[in-house]
């Protein structure tokens, strides 16, 4: 089993910075997919950045240039490097993994770290 614990989220003034940690733990196979999902109140959940088993990443439109995503294998640990945050970027931040084992793919999903950008 696996499971993912966020932290790094809390109340920031807009143009202001946050870096959010994701840190699994148990056994991980091929990892297909790791990604930062967030939902605002009120809104679906959206993908916000991803990074594949071979690095390529991929962003939401918003938040080029903006955010990065970033992996530590050694540490089981994926980043959220957050700058110039706007309030529209308030909501609670998700990580997901998804991994394939035995001939099957696997999403994880953490409790989530709230993210509050307000002056």
């Known amino acids: 089993q696996v499971q993912l614990v966020e932290s790094g989220g809390g109340l920031v003034q807009p143009g202001g910075s946050l870096r959010l940690s994701c840190v699994a733990s148990?056994?991980?196979?091929?990892?297909?997919?790791m990604g930062w999902y967030r939902q605002a109140p009120g809104k679906q959940r959206e993908l916000v950045a991803g990074?594949?088993?071979?690095?390529?990443?991929n962003y939401e439109d918003s938040v080029k240039g903006r955010f990065t995503i970033s992996r530590d294998n050694a540490k089981k640990t994926m980043y959220l490097q957050m700058n110039s945050l706007k309030p529209e970027d308030t909501a609670i931040y998700y990580c997901?993994?998804?991994?394939?084992?035995?001939?099957?793919?696997?999403?994880?999903w953490g409790q989530g770290t709230q993210v509050t950008v307000s002056s």
């Open positions: 997901k993994l998804n991994h394939f084992k035995g001939g099957n793919y696997y999403n994880y």
């Open positions: 148990g056994t991980i196979f091929n990892i297909n997919f």
């Open positions: 990074i594949t088993g071979g690095d390529n990443t």
